[in-house]
């Protein structure tokens, strides 16, 4: 079994609206896996029937090899939900929310005081375990949130949107706890609309109106959005045509002129093309290639679809 999650033929429908059309997808264990898409696009829906908390219309899921609905009660041993709209108790303590939520999962006595205080050291929460959850800072509320869905030591963490609303440098602290948790094996199944953060993803599945329009690494992503890797170039001389490679843009400047070609792999291509630049006569200035972010690829691969 090397898959954390299996999904085959997914499909909900509200009525006569299908808020997630047959969706296939597969999440490797040890991945960090991104779900993006546009506000609606079915995103949160997935999210709740691979944790068996609604019902799929059509279709199978599989959570480490256990079937959803039928076998929910074994996999949710084995996952921590964080779910997009948590809620915890804001007139407990940190400590007593974590406490609660423990007892809920049947963790007792030593064992549930070790574990959290493991985990409030862990997520930098210790000065603050007295303090009521009311009281607590948005980014401190989404680490407390974390830190439930952690007590059973879950094998696949499921988040969607953890990081909505807290600042980039509490984002980025966030993320440090999750590349640990991930190094310790743990599955990770987040949903995000920051692009920065997708970017951490090991493969990213874009989802747009219940579809899943790609999947892939970011890299493959931005390949995919461009049919390759764009490069620019710079050289002196003068350039009409280039045999072989696509010419995306051309900027003349006095003797100069700037490039824009499509490679399909850069790392193949480009040693080749500045061969065969050089072999014609052209005096190269300078070549790199282009960072295209994922924000572009997003929009571009939701506006096509
Ligand atoms: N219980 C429900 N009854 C009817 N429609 C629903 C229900 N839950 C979700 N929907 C609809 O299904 C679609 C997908 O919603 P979902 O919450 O899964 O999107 P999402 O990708 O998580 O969006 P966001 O990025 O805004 O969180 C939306 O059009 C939503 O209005
Ligand atoms: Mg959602």
């Known amino acids: 079994m090397e898959y954390a999650i299996e999904v085959h ?4 429908k509200f009525g006569n609206f299908k808020a997630v ?45 256990y079937k959803i609905p039928e076998e929910r009660k074994e996999a949710i041993k084995i996952i921590g939900y964080m779910a997009q709209r948590f809620s915890l108790y804001e ?18 006595g030593i064992n549930l005081r070790e574990r959290i205080i493991e985990l409030l050291n862990f997520l930098e929460l210790n000065e603050f375990k007295d303090r009521l959850a009311g009281k607590l800072s948005g980014g401190m509320r989404q680490r407390l949130a974390l830190g439930v869905a952690l007590l059973h030591k879950p094998k696949l ?50 989802m747009n109106r219940g579809r ?10 931005k390949r995919m959005a461009f049919g390759g890797d764009l490069v620019e170039i710079k050289v002196q001389g003068r350039i009409d045509e280039l045999k072989d490679f696509r010419i995306l843009e051309k900027k003349v400047d006095g003797e100069n002129c700037s490039l824009k070609i499509l490679l399909s792999d850069a790392s193949l291509e480009l040693p080749k093309l500045l061969k065969y630049m050089d072999g014609a ?19 571009r691969m939701v506006m096509e679809s």
């Open 91 to 108: 007139d407990l303590t940190v400590y007593e929310n974590m406490e609660f939520f423990g007892r809920l999962y049947g963790i007792n």
């Open 157 to 206: 963490l499921i988040l969607d949107e953890p990081t909505a609303g807290v600042d980039p440098p509490i984002r980025r602290a966030f993320w440090g706890y999750l590349r640990g948790l991930n190094k310790e094996d743990v599955t990770i199944l987040i949903t995000t609309h920051y692009m920065d953060e997708a970017e951490n993803c090991d493969r990213i599945g874009l």
């Open 21 to 65: 059309d047959n969706l296939n997808l597969k999440v490797k264990r040890g991945e960090i896996f991104g779900l993006l898409g546009p506000n609606g696009a079915g995103k949160t829906t997935t999210i709740r029937m691979i944790c068996g908390l609604m019902n799929q219309t059509e279709g199978s899921i599989k959570v480490y090899g």
């Open 9 to 12: 033929g997914l499909t909900k």
């Open 212 to 221: 899943l329009i790609a999947i892939g690494s970011p890299r493959e992503l």
């Open 281 to 299: 006569g052209l005096k190269i200035l300078c070549a790199e290639t282009i960072n295209v972010t994922l924000e572009e690829v997003f929009i």
